[in-house]
């Protein structure tokens, strides 16, 4: 079945500093990745929806600048969080659909945990 | 606007237990309904979904799912719990292109399992 791969599955960074995570569709082709935040116990919230040879659709509320996306091939999404400060930790998760992927579900990241101290 | 509802934050059975996750939707046009299970510090596995036809949908685990379109329900069922089914569960609605429409997601409700 299609595989979606994050990476790191955890970081931990200092506050100033930048991380990068990597979403990847390793089987299939993926013309739409969707960036979800999860606060701990709290549901998934969505972030951006970037599109294969476009920017990103950020959500309301949503920094873009904070939040820099790029949809770089259809099998690969970024997000990088710039100059990170504490309250952006939280669990990060990208989800991806197949490039024909109508009535097909989402398939997830097993999510990044990031951490800035 | 679309929006899911998961009445129960927190559910507790015992093990051997029946057990059933509510979820209603409000959903524009026609609704496309998942249910994921998620274990601490892990990512979203999919549990089942609903998409057309058979309104009564099975998943993995042992799960099941039953939409209702005129209670706009899409309750999670099990007949009989395992310890291993404690974790955070969540409902979620799509629109007709799943695939380049993002979920959205329930609270979800958090199943815990006593012995």
């Known amino acids: 079945g299609a595989v979606v791969s994050q990476h790191p599955s955890w970081v931990i960074c200092k506050s100033g500093t930048s991380v990068k995570i990597e979403c990847r569709s390793l089987?299939?082709?993926?013309?739409?990745m969707f960036w979800y935040r999860q606060f701990p116990k709290q549901s998934l919230m969505l972030m951006a929806t970037s599109n294969e040879g476009s920017k990103a659709t950020y959500e309301q509320g949503v920094e873009k600048d904070k939040f820099l996306i790029n949809h770089a091939s259809l099998t690969l999404s970024t997000l990088t969080v710039t100059s990170a400060h504490p309250e952006d930790s939280s669990f990060y998760i990208c989800?991806?659909?197949?490039?024909?992927?109508?009535?097909?579900?989402?398939?997830f990241g097993n999510g990044t945990r990031l951490t800035v101290t | 606007a679309q929006s899911v509802t998961q009445p129960d934050i927190h559910i507790t059975v015992s093990e051997g237990a029946s057990l059933e996750l509510r979820c209603n939707y409000s959903?524009?046009?026609?609704?496309?309904l998942f249910w994921y299970v998620q274990s601490p510090g892990q990512g979203l596995q999919l549990l089942l979904k609903y998409f057309s036809g058979d309104t009564l949908v099975q998943g993995i685990k042992g799960f099941e799912a039953e939409f209702k379109r005129s209670q706009s329900s899409f309750n999670l069922r099990k007949p009989s719990v395992h310890w291993s089914d404690a974790a955070e569960y969540f409902c979620?609605?799509?629109?007709?292109?799943?695939?380049?429409?993002?979920?959205?997601f329930g609270k979800g409700t958090r199943l815990s399992v006593i012995a």
């Open positions: 089987d299939f082709q993926a013309t739409t």
């Open positions: 959903y524009g046009a026609t609704p496309y």
């Open positions: 979620a609605v799509g629109g007709l292109d799943s695939g380049n429409t993002p979920l959205v």
């Open positions: 989800s991806a659909n197949p490039r024909q992927g109508q009535n097909s579900p989402l398939h």
